[in-house]
């Protein structure tokens, strides 16, 4: 079992920053894969940007060049740095990861607001 705590959602005008924060417990050591989805009001969730145990990165062609996804995978956490924030990027972000069997875990959800 994985337990994922998120931080650090908010509230912030377009063009803004904000630090998404992810930390993993419990089998931590048998995480493979650890990132980011999130679920926009009234869309299926969707894939913000992941990243492998041995750093293969997944970003989202919407948040390339924008977002920036990093882990430490000795403190078992990850973090979304989203910088040019726009209105579109207001959404439920959900911390994601999948371990060595293909269990996937999710964390409960941070809100990003972005307003224009």
């Known amino acids: 079992q994985v337990q994922l705590v998120e931080s650090g959602g908010g509230l912030v005008q377009a063009g803004g920053t904000l630090t998404l924060s992810c930390a993993a417990s419990g089998s931590g050591a048998s995480i493979n894969v650890m990132g980011w989805y999130r679920q926009r009001l009234g869309k299926q969730r969707e894939l913000v940007a992941t990243?492998?145990?041995?750093?293969?990165?997944n970003v989202a062609n919407s948040v390339k060049g924008r977002f920036t996804i990093s882990r430490d995978n000795a403190k078992n956490t990850v973090i979304l740095q989203m910088n040019s924030l726009k209105p579109e990027d207001t959404a439920v972000y959900y911390c994601?990861?999948?371990?060595?069997?293909?269990?996937?875990?999710w964390g409960q959800g941070t809100q990003v607001t972005v307003s224009s």
């Open positions: 990243v492998a145990n041995r750093g293969t990165l």
């Open positions: 994601f990861s999948r371990v060595w069997d293909l269990s996937e875990y």
